[in-house]
T-cell receptor, first 114, second 110 residues
Framework: DVKVTQSSRYLVKRTGEKVFLECVQDMDHENMFWYRQDPGLGLRLIYFSYDVKMKEKGDIPEGYSVSREKKERFSLILESASTNQTSMYLCAGFRSGAPNTEAFFGQGTRLTVV | QKEVEQNSGPLSVPEGAIASLNCTYS??????FFWYRQYSGKSPELIMF????GDKEDGRFTAQLNKASQYVSLLIRDSQPSDSATYLCAVNQGNTPLVFGKGTRLSVIA
């Protein structure tokens, strides 16, 4: 009954590395989102996509980019990892339309940049 | 700036009691309202959604929505220690990204 899958639960990367976080959904949802979650700051939107090859910046896109070549896959890219990007990263898939009644998260990737 | 406000807690209730979690939102155009439960170190898990004024019940959980007051709540009846978690309220308009509150930490005392 898996709906949204993130490729890694835990990652440790070095400062300056290019990091790829992968997310796949099997719900045939158009809308996919990347959030990061930090203590005291809650969930903050990084990027989102409403369709293949389409992307929109969220509230905190600096230092990140995304790729959506196929409907089911939405990748978050850290161009040059920095220690302030150490965080829990959460991918979500949402069904289109209003009212929206399906909005599911993957299991999360805890990224540590050293 | 669209905002969703929740009391951070912790909210402590004894086992078997009713836990009441509250959320207010600023955007009157919000159409869908979600409650997520998040255990420490885990990702948010969808508990309920609601989009019509009134109450929606699912087992021990009841979501209540009052659009005029821009207020949504979650009641947990017969609270169990396993309900101890952080509860996140989220809202959106149709396809727009979910806007989350920072969550309320619930502790159910056995």
């Amino acid at each position: 009954d898996v709906k949204v899958t993130q490729s890694s639960r835990y990652l440790v990367k070095r400062t300056g590395e290019k990091v790829f976080l992968e997310c796949v959904q099997d719900m045939d949802h158009e809308n996919m989102f990347w959030y990061r979650q930090d203590p005291g700051l809650g969930l903050r939107l990084i990027y989102f996509s409403y369709d293949v090859k389409m992307k929109e910046k969220g509230d905190i896109p600096e230092g990140y980019s995304v790729s959506r070549e196929k409907k089911e896959r939405f990748s978050l890219i850290l161009e040059s990892a920095s220690t302030n990007q150490t965080s829990m990263y959460l991918c979500a898939g949402f069904r289109s339309g209003a009212p929206n009644t399906e909005a599911f998260f993957g299991q999360g990737t805890r990224l540590t940049v050293v | 700036q669209k905002e969703v406000e929740q009391n951070s807690g912790p909210l402590s209730v004894p086992e078997g009691a009713i836990a009441s979690l509250n959320c207010t939102y600023s955007d009157r155009g919000s159409q869908s309202f979600f409650w997520y439960r998040q255990y420490s170190g885990k990702s948010p898990e969808l508990i309920m959604f609601i989009y019509s004024n009134g109450d929606k019940e699912d087992g021990r959980f009841t979501a209540q929505l009052n659009k005029a007051s821009q207020y949504v709540s979650l009641l947990i009846r017969d609270s169990q220690p396993s309900d101890s978690a952080t509860y996140l309220c989220a809202v959106n308009q149709g396809n727009t990204p979910l806007v989350f509150g920072k969550g309320t930490r619930l502790s159910v005392i056995a």
